[in-house]
């Protein structure tokens, strides 16, 4: 991360605690070893996905994403009404977009669960008040404009009911509908 953070002149603090800092021992296969279980079990399991077609099964009688909610609106700590740009990731996408050089490149901002339930004047979902969410697109389309990037905000595509055991996760009825749209763009994008 530093690496990147130096090279990208990325708004971040390379002396940052959060960042792991590895010792000899961390680094060593002996010290790696959860991250290399986590990668071989990773491995079986796209074996098991290719096998089956099923990357996740859900139950018909599953515990659906919840709709309705309490009066707090905080977002990662802040409480509005005005969301910091700064503490939002836009550099890294720069950074990215940097990266792949001349290779088109679509940005997608995904469906999330826009719920009609109890206090959804204040939230959209579980995760998302709506004063922070509505500035996070407006900072993102306006960073996509200012750019020239390739980006489509699908934010609202997917009927509520598309959605599974949480506001992010969609049914395969709802990954088709977007599917369709961003199938539509990158054929767009690759005939240029």
Same mark, same amino acid.
């Given at each position: 991360?530093r690496? !990147?953070i130096?090279?990208?002149?990325?708004?971040?603090?390379? &002396?940052?605690?959060?960042?792991?800092?590895?010792?000899?021992?961390?680094e060593?296969?002996? &010290?790696?070893?959860?991250?290399?279980?986590?990668l071989?079990?990773?491995?079986?399991?796209?074996?098991?996905w290719?096998?089956?077609?099923?990357?996740?099964?859900?139950?018909?009688?599953?515990?659906?994403?919840?709709?309705?909610?309490?009066?707090?609106?905080?977002f990662? +700590? !802040?409480? +509005?009404?005005?969301?910091?740009?700064? =503490?939002?990731?836009?550099?890294?996408l720069?950074?990215?977009?940097?990266?792949?050089?001349?290779?088109?490149l !679509?940005?997608?901002?995904?469906?999330?669960?826009?719920?009609? &339930?109890?206090?959804?004047?204040?939230?959209?979902n579980?995760?998302?008040? =709506?004063?922070?969410?509505?500035?996070? =697109?407006?900072?993102?389309?306006r #960073?996509?404009?200012?750019? +020239?990037?390739?980006?489509?905000?699908?934010?609202?595509?997917?009927?509520?009911?598309?959605?599974?055991n949480?506001?992010?996760?969609?049914t395969?009825? &709802?990954?088709?509908? !977007?599917?369709?749209?961003? #199938?539509?763009?990158?054929?767009?994008?690759?005939?240029?």
């Amino acid at each position: 991360m530093r690496d !990147l953070i130096r090279k990208y002149d990325l708004p971040l603090d390379p &002396g940052d605690p959060a960042l792991v800092q590895t010792n000899f021992w961390q680094e060593t296969l002996i &010290g790696q070893r959860r991250p290399l279980a986590d990668l071989i079990r990773l491995q079986l399991y796209g074996v098991m996905w290719a096998a089956t077609g099923i990357d996740q099964v859900y139950p018909t009688d599953y515990q659906h994403a919840q709709t309705d909610f309490g009066t707090d609106v905080t977002f990662d +700590g !802040l409480a +509005g009404p005005v969301l910091d740009e700064r =503490r939002l990731p836009l550099a890294m996408l720069s950074a990215g977009r940097q990266v792949v050089g001349s290779t088109p490149l !679509l940005l997608v901002n995904e469906p999330i669960q826009i719920s009609a &339930g109890k206090n959804s004047d204040l939230r959209y979902n579980f995760f998302y008040p =709506r004063w922070a969410y509505d500035q996070y =697109r407006l900072a993102l389309a306006r #960073q996509a404009a200012r750019n +020239g990037w390739n980006y489509l905000d699908e934010w609202n595509l997917v009927p509520a009911q598309e959605f599974t055991n949480s506001a992010i996760h969609m049914t395969s009825a &709802g990954e088709h509908l !977007l599917v369709e749209q961003v #199938q539509g763009s990158i054929l767009s994008l690759s005939c240029r």
